[in-house]
């Protein structure tokens, strides 16, 4: 039994931002996963790990098929099932991943273990706060799955470290459709989270160095294209 995340936990992936029906379809319809990726599912589901959900799965399969990244960089590591599923799908990649939560760093060991078949995946162990700072790779696909108030704090460390033409997929931006309400109407416990991913938004979606997209998947995905510096 994992102990980091509640019955209770992943609030917001309960409350679709698109039609429930259509969601049960995107999850029903698109291509399943398989092998060691339909284990970590099920394991996932089971115990109320907060994993991308399967219409998020299916549309990185045809990005990364489609952009073939060299280096990756994960922020949100949890049991490892996005770090493999991008491993699977951009095999030339070596994709580093973080995390800070010991539970998760020691399942997705053991899962990197017994799944990383081309050995392409690097765990570090620790805040992406104080990780990014120290990272000498550059990248040209990050993949931020973590605290939704930390992205904007994250940003500018990613940024410095992303190609001219990189892409930053950032997940869980719409706060179960919260963010295109009035502060007002938040719940003061969701308000930093809330205030997070406005200051987010600020500093990407209408600003001459990137190329920004909202796409409604699970909880809403930003994409961001970095046009130069
Ligand atoms: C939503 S889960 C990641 C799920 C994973 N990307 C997947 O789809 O398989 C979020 C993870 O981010 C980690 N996390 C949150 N804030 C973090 C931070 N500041 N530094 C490192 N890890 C963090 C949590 O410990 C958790 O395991």
């Known amino acids: 039994m994992v102990e980091s995340y509640s019955k209770n936990a992943n609030h917001n ?6 039609k429930e029906e259509i969601v049960s379809f995107m999850r029903t319809r698109q291509k399943p996963v398989s092998g060691g990726l ?46 493999l599923l991008m491993a699977e799908h951009a095999p030339h990649a070596k994709i580093t991943t973080i995390d800070r939560n010991e ?17 392409q995946i690097t765990l570090l162990e620790g805040d992406a706060v104080d990780i990014l700072g120290t990272l000498e790779d550059s990248y040209d696909f990050v993949f931020m799955d973590s605290a939704k108030s930390k992205y904007v704090v994250f940003l500018p460390e990613i940024l410095k470290r992303l ?5 930053i997929v950032i997940d ?18 969701q308000r930093t989270i809330y205030r997070g991913l406005h200051s987010l938004f600020e500093e990407t979606l209408d ?23």
Do not use: C, W
């Not at 970590?40 to 549309?59: C, D, G, K, M």
């Not at 539970?103 to 050995?119: H, P, Q, S, Y």
């Not at 190609?163 to 892409?167: D, H, L």
């Not at 869980?172 to 109407?185: H, N």
């Open 13 to 18: 992936m309960r409350r679709p931002v698109v």
């Open 38 to 83: 339909k284990e970590l599912e099920s394991f996932a589901q089971r115990e109320n790990i907060p994993i991308i959900p399967h219409e998020t799965v299916a549309y990185f399969r045809f990005l990364l098929e489609s952009l073939a990244p060299k280096q990756i960089l994960e922020i949100g590591t949890a049991i490892g099932f996005s770090a």
């Open 103 to 119: 539970e998760m760093i020691g399942l997705a060991k053991e899962n990197f273990a017994r799944f990383d078949v081309r050995k």
């Open 163 to 167: 190609k001219t033409g990189g892409i």
């Open 172 to 189: 869980d931006v719409f706060q179960g459709g919260d963010v295109a309400k009035d502060i007002a109407d938040i719940r003061r416990g």
């Open 207 to 229: 600003v001459p160095h990137l190329t920004a997209t909202l796409v409604p998947l699970g909880d809403g995905l930003l994409l961001l294209r970095k046009n130069g510096d």
